[in-house]
């Protein structure tokens, strides 16, 4: 009788638990988790909103106004823009600076005013004539992993939408030119720099365990970056299988090494020295995985439970106002510390991005 009794109780925990699951999933509470999200970041600005890190953020929101079709949100956009006079940020020669020009494309298409885009035209044609100003070396134009969510997106947008190849031909030299640089073909992760891959000081960069240091925003940026540059190529483009078997690769081995939480921890190696999971690589993890789904790209039956496992521990890291925590600060490796009261407005906009795929899964 006390066996029956158990089981009945483990039954009936067991079918709460899968039922609060699936609210998750139910578009309205995809919707409403992604609004709050999105209100809370916009009353709580921070850095110049041309600054890679808004760069990110507006990349997410735009993708929640795709959503939610909030006129808030789309208002939010183009006061941004406005503000801006639709410019890029500071250094034409830098991929985090035209990371914005992202958005200003996208509302473009919407609005077809030509001020929103003749900034972003200007910049990319004088980065595509002049070196990266480095003096007495030459070095290429994206030499950091992030730089590939950054600038391939901005580039190829960019062709598509006044259609010149010249910009798509650019960035396939200069994506090439990074992968080649950084990409760890064994481990089919992206090292943050040259500095993680090339011995600094007579000492190799390792991990507490004696794994190499990738990093788990930086390996996020790319996917994303991916996803973006994908959804933008046509089908019969010469080098989109390049791209898709790139994806392919390094979506294999993301969730080999996602943790029981749902989560990535900073270092993707390394995760027993960083016990907290972190929220804005995973939340670019989620986007580009859910992504692949669905279009097809990844096997539905191994990647839709693993997105699934990792859009609920996101939800758990946005708080009753809609900030999004466990974000990692700014800076170049994985090494800060960060927790659940740390947010950044990238973080925001992983998690943005991540619902506005998880939205479409069947």
């Known amino acids: 009788m006390k066996k029956i009794v158990f089981v009945t109780i483990l039954l009936c925990v067991t079918i709460a638990i899968t039922a609060q699951s699936n609210d998750y999933f139910k578009p309205k509470n995809i919707k409403t988790v992604m609004q709050k999200a999105a209100e809370w970041q916009l009353k709580n600005?921070?850095?110049?909103?041309?600054?890679?890190?808004?760069?990110a953020f507006y990349a997410g929101l735009y993708a929640?106004?795709?959503?939610?079709?909030?006129?808030?949100?789309?208002?939010?956009?183009?006061?941004?823009?406005?503000?801006?006079?639709?410019?890029?940020?500071?250094?034409?020669?830098?991929?985090d600076d035209i990371v914005i020009c992202q958005t200003y494309i996208d509302l473009y298409r919407k609005e077809k005013k030509q001020e929103m885009i003749q900034?972003?035209?200007?910049?990319?044609?004088?980065?595509?004539?002049?070196?990266?100003?480095?003096?007495g070396i030459e070095t290429i134009k994206w030499w950091w992993?992030?730089?590939?969510?950054?600038?391939?997106?901005?580039?190829?947008?960019?062709?598509?939408?006044?259609?010149?190849?010249?910009?798509?031909?650019?960035?396939?030299?200069?994506?090439?030119?990074?992968?080649?640089?950084?990409?760890?073909?064994?481990e089919r992760l992206f090292a943050r720099d040259l500095g993680y891959v090339i011995k600094n000081d007579g000492k190799d960069r390792w991990e507490a365990n004696g794994k190499k240091i990738f990093w788990s925003r930086g390996n996020g940026w790319v996917m994303g970056g991916l996803v973006r540059i994908?959804?933008?190529?046509?089908?019969?483009?010469?080098?989109?299988?390049?791209?898709?078997?790139?994806?392919?690769?390094?979506?294999?081995?993301?969730?080999?090494?996602?943790?029981?939480?749902?989560?990535?921890?900073?270092?993707?190696?390394?995760?027993?020295?960083?016990?907290?999971?972190?929220?804005s690589g995973s939340g670019f993890f989620c986007y580009a995985l859910a992504w692949g789904v669905n279009n097809k790209l990844l096997d539905k039956s191994i990647y839709k439970p693993v997105v699934e496992k990792t859009w609920i521990a996101?939800?758990?890291?946005?708080?009753?106002?809609?900030?999004?925590?466990?974000?990692?600060?700014?800076?170049?490796?994985p090494r800060k510390n960060f927790t659940a009261d740390s947010w950044e407005v990238y973080g925001t906009g992983a998690f943005l991005l991540a619902g506005s795929e998880v939205i479409k899964l069947k």
């Open 314 to 333: 996101l939800n758990a890291c946005v708080n009753e106002d809609g900030r999004v925590g466990w974000v990692q600060p700014i800076g170049a490796d």
């Open 145 to 186: 992993c992030d730089a590939l969510f950054m600038g391939p997106a901005t580039l190829v947008k960019l062709g598509i939408t006044v259609k010149n190849d010249e910009y798509l031909k650019k960035n396939d030299e200069y994506f090439k030119e990074c992968y080649d640089l950084l990409y760890n073909k064994k």
């Open 64 to 95: 929640a106004w795709e959503t939610t079709k909030s006129k808030n949100i789309y208002q939010a956009l183009i006061d941004m823009g406005n503000s801006t006079k639709w410019r890029p940020y500071n250094r034409w020669y830098h991929a």
């Open 119 to 135: 900034a972003t035209i200007d910049t990319v044609n004088k980065l595509l004539a002049n070196p990266y100003p480095v003096r």
């Open 230 to 279: 994908l959804k933008e190529l046509p089908k019969n483009y010469p080098t989109r299988p390049f791209y898709e078997q790139l994806f392919k690769e390094m979506a294999e081995k993301i969730i080999s090494i996602q943790q029981p939480d749902g989560l990535w921890r900073a270092s993707l190696l390394d995760p027993d020295s960083y016990p907290g999971g972190e929220v």
């Open 45 to 55: 600005p921070k850095h110049a909103p041309n600054d890679w890190t808004n760069g």
